[in-house]
């Protein structure tokens, strides 16, 4: 991953402003927004960044007002799921300033995906520059409310009018910025599934594919009405060891020491706000382990007394606090009032990520000044 000093060197918006055509909206829609009131990806800023991929090249690439999109009926995303997405976030420091939290971090994911969903790639100047460019362009619809960022959905699906069961030759990319509050305002119900299966080795549950999120609604559906937020989703094979929770990875403190599902299947996504809660639970002193980690292994540490917290990470819940966990007979019931460890961590991370604190490894991208 590249460093802050490293992207400014690069100058990466103003390749982009070369390449890039921007049109302003004739009115801003800003002043219709509550910030005191953001609800998670209700509401979208001024301008929007598209551009179109016509099977050897990106080109037509223009930040212009939000708006609808025209679609084929025919558009192959539709019908085979060719469709990726990352989530992102912008903060302001303590001077006032955008800064994109480790977006080079999803700038790989997002190719990965590509790759792996038969996609073409991303270059560095659309994707990083031409976030630069629209944060700038709609940097006043950065939140500085506590708990709120400015959410940006970049997301390419293909485009091809074809219905033809083939990759499409033709994609269209897009950046999509929405101010937002928490994704949770509360501590979570989890229940463990042991029918259904969000990912197997081989498929595409490490990248962010739109359709690993759709297979996931109907189970979803199933335990909201039992009374449950999320589903702590686990293998296909034995359905006992963790994969993700709902749309997070999972992390349980045992003790002193942080434990979270590995990578190596291919089944889980390799978060990007995981890497960065795994780096700063070894600044606090714990033990951080990659592994396999089976429901058993929680339900024990519970009944022994040295399950301390289970909490879930990701770009739009940040920190996400687990209260109650089925697991068949076995309940787990914790109290998120006395999370001691969940509570720094998220302390740290807002501070590093608001310019309150250091950023010693360079994860923040301080937006440049091109719209004046």
């Known amino acids: 991953m590249m ?43 001024d301008h929007m960044l598209v551009a179109e991929f016509d099977g050897k090249e990106w080109k037509n690439a223009e930040i212009l007002p939000f708006g609808h999109l025209s679609v084929s009926p025919s558009n192959a995303a539709w019908h085979y799921g060719q469709a990726i997405f990352e989530g992102i976030k912008a903060y302001k420091d303590q001077e006032g300033n955008p800064m994109i939290f480790r977006p080079y971090d999803n700038y790989a994911r997002f190719n990965s995906s590509a790759e792996r969903m038969g996609m073409p790639e991303v270059p560095e100047w659309l994707f990083i520059g031409g976030m630069e460019l629209l944060i700038d362009l709609d940097r006043d619809w950065v939140p500085t409310n506590d708990g709120c960022s400015l959410y940006l959905r970049p997301f390419m699906i293909a485009a091809d009018e074809f219905i033809g069961v ?33 990912a197997f080795p081989g498929g595409v549950g490490a990248a962010k594919a ?18 449950y937020d999320q589903i702590l989703w686990v293998d296909g094979l034995e359905f006992k060891y963790l994969q993700e929770c709902g749309t997070m990875n999972v992390f349980a403190i045992i003790g002193n020491t942080a434990i979270t599902p590995d990578l190596n299947q291919g089944t889980i996504l390799a978060g990007v706000t995981r890497a960065a809660v795994m780096s700063v639970l070894e600044d ?12 058993e292994e929680l339900v024990k540490a519970y009944e022994a007394g040295t399950l301390r917290e289970v909490f879930g990470t990701g ?58």
């Open 315 to 372: 770009t739009a819940a940040s920190v996400a606090y687990v209260q109650e966990l089925d697991y068949k007979e076995h309940q787990i019931r914790l109290d998120p009032s006395k999370y001691e460890v969940g509570n720094e961590l998220l302390e740290r991370l807002d501070a590093i990520r608001t310019g309150k604190a250091e950023d010693t490894r360079h994860w923040n991208y301080k937006v440049g000044t091109y719209s004046k």
């Open 3 to 45: 460093g802050v000093d490293k992207l400014i060197e690069n100058k990466v918006g103003e390749e982009a402003l070369k390449k890039i055509k921007v049109t302003r909206t004739k009115k801003s829609r800003i002043g219709e927004i509550d910030f005191n009131n953001l609800i998670f990806g209700k509401q979208y800023a």
């Open 166 to 198: 083939r990759p499409s030759d033709t994609y269209k990319f897009v950046i999509i910025n929405s101010p937002s509050g928490p994704y949770f305002n509360k501590p979570i119900k989890l229940l463990v599934q042991d029918k259904y299966i969000r």
């Open 284 to 295: 606090m002193g714990l033990t951080v382990e990659e592994r396999p980690v089976s429901i």
């Open 210 to 227: 739109a359709g690993n999120y759709g297979g996931a609604m109907y189970p979803t559906m199933q335990a909201r009405k039992q009374g």
